[in-house]
């Protein structure tokens, strides 16, 4: 059983940055999709980013051009670049991985987002 830790969520202002990080109890890196979904209040968690094994990633429409998943081998490490921040990116965010696909199996314990001023 893979055991996933987020980390780096925190209050940041409207436009501004952060970037959450997710690391496992074994390698995740190694898995073929990984992940980062969100879960408002009220709301269904959703999809925001994942990255494939061959390379490819793919973003939810309203985080294009402003979210980056990137997989850190030397770190095992996920991660999201959050950057332009908007009140509607307040959420828990999760970190995901699986070994044929999202969703998968593993799921972190959640890092909350607030996007507040």
């Known amino acids: 059983h893979v055991q996933l830790v987020e980390s780096g969520g925190g209050l940041v202002q409207p436009g501004g940055s952060l970037r959450l990080s997710c690391t496992g109890s074994e390698t995740i890196t190694k898995f073929r999709a990984v992940g980062w979904y969100r879960q408002a209040p009220g709301l269904e968690r959703e999809l925001v980013a994942r990255?494939?094994?061959?390379?490819?990633?793919a973003y939810a429409d309203s985080v294009k051009g402003r979210f980056t998943i990137h997989r850190d081998y030397s770190k095992n490490q996920v991660n999201l670049q959050m950057d332009s921040l908007k009140p509607d990116d307040t959420a828990v965010y999760y970190c995901?991985?699986?070994?044929?696909?999202?969703?998968?199996?593993?799921w972190g314990q959640g890092t909350q987002v607030t996007v507040s001023s």
């Open positions: 995901n991985v699986g070994p044929f696909g999202l969703p998968g199996p593993y």
């Open positions: 990255d494939n094994s061959d390379g490819t990633t």
